[in-house]
């Protein structure tokens, strides 16, 4: 199966949104189909980096890089009582360390499409299989595996949908595919909320978890599953930490690596966090400080709670239609206790596993 995204396709949509424009004179509409124009042109300058080419641009790498971490953290940062996040924090460094294998098994493109379309197309409404059918398989051009990048996300461009996924060929791909088919389903629901909702990453980590499970109650590379499911619990068990290091002893002015685990080691506040090198601790850092984590860190926990519940998704993705942001955000924390000890249970359970 061939996937990628193309030039013909991107020259065609630009060739085309040009000539709207031509015939449109409300200033807004405008507005949106410029934006359009240039994210064309973004996109093709994304493909060109993907496949290696030469880019006759000015755009250095690190601009470019800087442009896609503004672009994709842009949206509001709700905001939620410190002290909540304070004392779960606090009671992740009282569990025990968790202990993730590195997995090796090199899983394909091809295989990790067939696999998360196996999995929708039993657990989820047929309509969520045509959606994932007709943008994963049936049009090639809308998905682009790229191994130039370190993040997967889903674009908008003129009604239709893109998505980039990380090429690692590992359970992180596969995973990353089902984590994009839950941004799509609720862009195909609700196109003009696409960043502005506390429960942005409640609609995607709701499929990735129910694929990792589903993978291991069936025996599809268990362990490889088991291990990454492992691994986004200590992504966020990090995080969280840093965040609190963050906002409690003043970390804001670091600006190196270097001085950054000084400063951790002056607090004696390091726990054994398995980091190969400073850099990857300052990574995490800059992680921390950019991404709006509180939106992950809730999302990740009201998941958790919901595993059993495959029609509360649906709630949820009406929900955020119909409801205000801050009745959604109440709701989950007053249920924060029940998430956390369902975030303890998977926890053990799956540590037990590997
Ligand atoms: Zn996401």
Redesign the pocket.
């Known amino acids: 199966m061939k996937t990628g995204w193309d030039y013909e396709y991107f020259a065609f949509k630009k060739r085309n949104l040009q000539e709207q424009l031509e015939k449109t004179e409300n200033i807004k509409q405008r507005k949106k189909i410029e934006e359009d124009i240039d994210l064309c042109d973004y996109l093709t300058t994304i493909l060109l980096f993907s496949t290696g080419e030469t880019i006759d641009s000015d755009i250095t790498m690190k601009q470019f890089v800087e442009e896609i971490y503004q672009q994709d953290f842009s949206y509001p940062i709700p905001v939620v009582e410190q002290e909540k996040i304070d004392e779960i924090t606090l009671s992740f460094l009282k569990l025990p360390k968790l202990k993730i294998e590195r997995a090796i098994t090199s899983i394909s493109a091809t295989d990790s499409i067939q696999i998360v379309g196996d999995f929708i197309k039993d657990q989820f409404h047929e309509k969520h299989y045509q959606l994932y059918k007709d943008i994963f398989m049936d049009h090639s051009h809308y998905v682009l595996f790229d191994p130039n990048t370190d993040l997967?996300?889903v674009v908008s461009l003129d009604g239709e949908m893109l998505v980039r996924i990380k090429k690692s060929n590992d359970m992180e791909m596969l995973s990353s595919i089902a984590?994009?088919m839950?941004?799509l389903y609720r862009m195909s629901n609700n196109s003009q909320m696409i960043f502005t909702n506390f429960y942005?990453?409640y609609?995607?980590?709701f499929y990735e978890f129910h694929l990792l499970l589903w993978l291991i109650q069936n025996h599809i590379y268990r362990k490889e599953a088991t291990n990454r499911f492992l691994q986004l619990f200590d992504i966020v068990e990090k995080v969280s930490y840093m965040r609190y290091c963050i906002q409690n002893y003043q970390l804001n002015q670091i600006a190196s690596s270097k001085q950054f685990t000084e400063k951790i080691n002056q607090f004696h506040l390091r726990r054994d966090l398995h980091f190969r090198k400073n850099q990857d601790l300052f990574d995490l850092y800059i992680t921390a400080l950019g991404m709006d984590f509180q939106t992950y860190f809730h999302s990740f926990m009201a998941v958790l709670n919901h595993m059993d519940d495959f029609d509360r998704y649906e709630q949820v993705i009406k929900g955020i239609k119909n409801r205000n942001e801050s009745t959604i955000q109440a709701k989950i924390l007053t249920k924060n206790k029940n998430s956390y000890q369902s975030y303890v249970e998977y926890r053990s359970m799956l540590q037990n596993l590997s």
């Open positions: 997967s996300n984590h994009e839950g941004h942005r990453e609609e995607s980590f």
